[in-house]
């Protein structure tokens, strides 16, 4: 072999090589349409990643009827606060007398606020259906006190159950609908209504 076909096969050789080294340098390096570079896990921008804050959950309240005095020192009855979770507490009407029979917290007794229902009241059942509500009460709520007394309970028990339900509310001692309430035998009409105790 010639020496000039030695070098041009040894020039031909060295120009592919590099061909080839370019090809396999251009494969790994160079993305484009045809050519994809590995892949890297994605990393989340910070508006991604950051979550969104709930909103605060809105509070509800219901009115709880105890005996206060207004401005001019005057007797009246008094609508009481009371924080209600429905997923909680159920039903507004089973929580409003919950809370009336317990009687007011010590902070609101510290402001005059006061019950006429006897402490040793018990709620037996409150029952409610689709058309009513039945609230059943042991013997002791229509114990003692007078006429006066036995009044401003009943009256407490009225407003509370009035102001948290739109069904039909009765009121039951000891598992039988009430009719003649206390030793004075105060008539009771039935549902409850403003007009109850008017006889």
Do not use: W
């Not at 120009?15 to 080839?20: D, E, G, L, N, R």
């Not at 009827?65 to 609508?79: L, M, S, T």
């Not at 317990?102 to 006061?114: L, Q, R, T």
């Amino acid at each position: 072999m010639r020496k000039d076909e030695r070098v041009f096969l040894v020039v031909t050789a060295v120009i592919m090589v590099a061909v080839c080294c370019f090809l396999v340098l251009r494969m790994f390096y160079h993305n484009d349409d045809n050519i994809s570079g590995p892949l890297l896990p994605k990393t989340e921008t910070p508006e991604e990643n950051t979550q969104k804050p709930e909103p605060p959950v809105e509070k509800t309240y219901i009115n709880v009827y105890f005996i206060g005095q207004n401005d001019n020192k005057e007797e009246v009855y008094k609508a009481v606060n009371r924080e209600y979770d429905k997923d909680v507490d159920g039903s507004k009407i089973k929580f409003a007398i919950q809370a009336l029979i317990s009687g007011p917290k010590p902070n609101e007794k510290s402001k005059g606020v006061y019950t006429e229902i006897p402490a040793a009241t018990r709620i037996i059942s409150i029952n409610e259906t689709a058309d009513k509500v039945i609230i059943n009460l042991n013997a002791d709520f229509e114990q003692g006190g007078g006429t006066e007394s036995i009044y401003k309970r009943l009256n407490q028990i009225i407003k509370t159950a009035k102001r948290n339900t739109s069904k039909p509310v009765y009121l039951y001692i000891n598992g039988s609908k009430a009719e003649v309430i206390g030793g004075e035998g105060i008539m009771i009409t039935q549902p409850l209504n403003e007009n109850s105790l008017e006889g």
